[in-house]
């Protein structure tokens, strides 16, 4: 059974940083596109970025691009998410998620196929 196990959420202060880490495994993780999505009470789970398997091409909602980086190490099949200059409302729960490998839309949750457990994000102004 695939495993995605998310780590490294907290309570940070507005403009500081969190760097998330989800580790992969049972699965040939430099095959897949990973993402990262988050889910803030009362709202629909939302798509923040993603990462192509092998060339590393990678993918941001408006919300989060010039602010978040998403990278991954195939050696460790592990894949990260670094939040800079972090706001109140990047505050959610958030998922990495294993892309299905025929979908072409990388923002539908729909197009990811299993998801680790989520790690808190807690932003404070």
């Known amino acids: 059974q695939v495993q995605l196990i998310e780590s490294g959420g907290g309570l940070v202060q507005a403009g500081g940083s969190l760097r998330l880490s989800c580790a992969a495994s049972?699965?040939?993780?430099?095959?897949?596109?990973m993402g990262w999505f988050r889910q803030a009470p009362g709202k629909e789970r939302e798509f923040v970025a993603a990462i192509t398997g092998s060339s590393g091409n990678t993918y941001y909602s408006n919300s989060v691009k010039g602010r978040f980086t998403i990278s991954r190490d195939n050696a460790k099949n592990t894949v990260f998410l670094q939040m800079n200059s972090l706001k109140p409302e990047d505050t959610a729960v958030y998922y990495c998620?294993?892309?299905?490998?025929?979908?072409?839309?990388?923002?539908?949750?729909?197009?990811?196929?299993?998801w680790g457990q989520g790690t808190q994000v807690t932003v404070s102004s």
């Open positions: 049972r699965f040939t993780f430099s095959m897949y596109t």
């Open positions: 998620a294993r892309k299905v490998a025929y979908s072409r839309d990388y923002i539908s949750a729909r197009s990811y196929d299993y």
